[in-house]
């Protein structure tokens, strides 16, 4: 009797350190959404046209990308403080005037996104496709999308794009 008791225990310690394991390793693998906000030094900005159109409407994608391997962080909402400037040393800033607004046209709430390597996201920028050109950016400076206060980022604006009339949309932060 004592001998499948002895038996039994050993079955139930070694199925307790099994699940066990597995509960560790299957938790590393299906990586946990971060409540850490994103800043500046987390995130690689570039920005491209985005050769999608909408009608009447142009847009150039905002790509998101973790600036490291072990990069792990929640963007949300749209980037704020959207501003075009020439850029290299010039204080020039957007000679357009061009007002840059979240695009509110989902209704719904901002889903976060987490931010590692390998799972980028996105935003537009999104701009009229028959308004004058107004102003040719080379820098377009933005908030992150991490909540009210985002670290402010720059990145290059697209050779050649102008802006076009004196209005934009920014959308949501999606993933890519």
């Given amino acids: 009797m004592k001998t499948s008791l002895k038996t039994i225990a050993s079955i139930t310690v070694a199925g307790g350190v099994a699940a066990a394991a597995l509960l560790l390793t299957g938790g590393a693998a299906s990586a946990m ?25 142009e847009a150039f994608v905002v790509h998101y ?44 709430p901002a889903q976060p996104v987490n931010l590692r390597a390998g799972h980028p996201a996105e935003s537009r920028i999104l701009q009229p496709s028959q308004a004058p050109a107004t102003f040719q950016p080379n820098v377009v400076n933005l908030n992150l999308p991490t909540g009210p206060n985002g670290d402010s980022i720059t990145a290059a604006w697209p050779a050649g794009a102008p802006l076009k009339g004196t209005t934009a949309e920014v959308t949501e932060v999606s993933a890519s």
């Fill in 33 to 57: 959404p971060s409540d850490t906000p994103c800043g500046a030094g987390d995130v690689t900005v570039s920005v491209t046209p985005d050769p999608t159109r909408a009608a009447g409407q």
């Fill in 65 to 108: 990308a973790a600036a490291s391997p072990t990069t792990n962080c929640r963007l949300e909402g749209a980037p704020s403080a959207v501003t075009f400037t020439k850029g290299s040393g010039h204080s020039e800033s957007d000679g357009s005037g061009t007002v840059v607004t979240p695009d509110d046209t989902s209704g719904a």
